[in-house]
């Protein structure tokens, strides 16, 4: 074979890897940390302008929120008017209490569907879960078009107990269960607060389930410098390197970029959690 004949198969094998994963969207996920009055120096009125400017300076297409009571997830829409929004309060399914809400560029997407469902044995219903005491827990998700290609998708965004063990064990066979009912084989991306690093069974679960996939994990060269929980800059946290915030993806799904986002503002934390950030792209 001549060499212009081995360049010309070159230049189509990688139109064809290039074709396969064509499409790609920036997705994240975000504890922006409840609204505590007693989080002196750092309160939410101050926090909230600096979130806002990180979410629209890395552009995310889609985001999941964790935490966010209703003031805050009004706050963000307000700061934010290119993004729609879903997601209900997990104590009564309306407004009260934090919201795993989740955000998608009203350019890019049309919402198909929309749900929550509790991380409990009755999850049709506001309710506390298993051996969690203090807090009812929620996700929240969404069906989505893509506009321009007219892909389909959905979006599962949740917040695991930070107590309860057993909560956390089953919230992950929930979610595998929950996936599979009603995504029902559709590409499906996972965000969310887990309370959990890669050693825990809870991740485990998830991440050895061949359902879904660590996107972390997908990436040659993932960006994490540090650990996803940081304390607003505790000593101790800032040397740890567990990652409890996790973005997993259907086999549809992979990621081509991840790194945890670790932007302060006059030596301060916009929340106690860094966000996730990481580049999908859809196989045709």
């Known amino acids: 074979m001549s060499t212009k004949h081995v360049y010309s198969l070159l230049i189509v094998l990688l139109l064809i890897i290039n074709g396969l994963y064509a499409q790609t969207i920036t997705v994240g996920s975000y504890n922006i940390r409840y609204a ?112 321009a290609s007219k892909r389909t998708f959905y979006f599962f965004n949740v917040h695991y107990d930070h107590q309860g063990i057993i909560a956390r064990k089953e919230s992950s066979h929930l979610i595998l269960k929950k996936i599979k009912e009603i995504a029902e084989g559709a590409p499906t991306i996972l965000t969310g607060d887990f309370n959990g690093a890669s050693d825990t069974e809870w991740y485990k679960t998830l991440a050895q389930s061949e359902l879904v996939f660590d996107t972390q994990i997908q990436v040659q060269y993932p960006y994490k410098s540090n650990a996803s929980f940081n304390s607003f800059g505790s000593t101790k946290a800032l040397a740890s390197d567990q990652i409890i915030d996790h973005i997993f993806v259907t086999k549809d799904i992979h990621a081509k970029k991840w790194g945890i986002l670790t932007d302060t503002y006059r030596g301060k934390f916009p929340s106690d959690h860094f966000p996730i950030l990481t580049v999908l792209a859809f196989k045709k």
Do not use: M
């Not at 929550?116 to 827990?137: I, M, N, V, Y």
């Open 36 to 147: 505590n009055k007693t989080d002196t120096g750092n309160l939410w009125q101050d926090r909230a302008p600096v979130i806002i400017s990180l979410i629209r300076f890395h552009d995310f297409d889609i985001f999941g929120t964790q935490e966010g009571l209703k003031n805050q997830i009004d706050d963000l829409s307000v700061g934010l008017p290119n993004y729609d929004r879903y997601g209900v309060g997990r104590d009564d399914g309306k407004d009260a209490g934090e919201h795993s809400a989740i955000y998608f560029k009203k350019d890019k997407f049309n919402l198909l569907d929309k749900g929550d469902f509790w991380l409990s044995q009755t999850p049709d219903e506001p309710s506390f879960g298993w051996d969690a005491q203090s807090h009812k827990r929620i996700c929240s998700w969404v069906f989505l078009e893509d506009k």
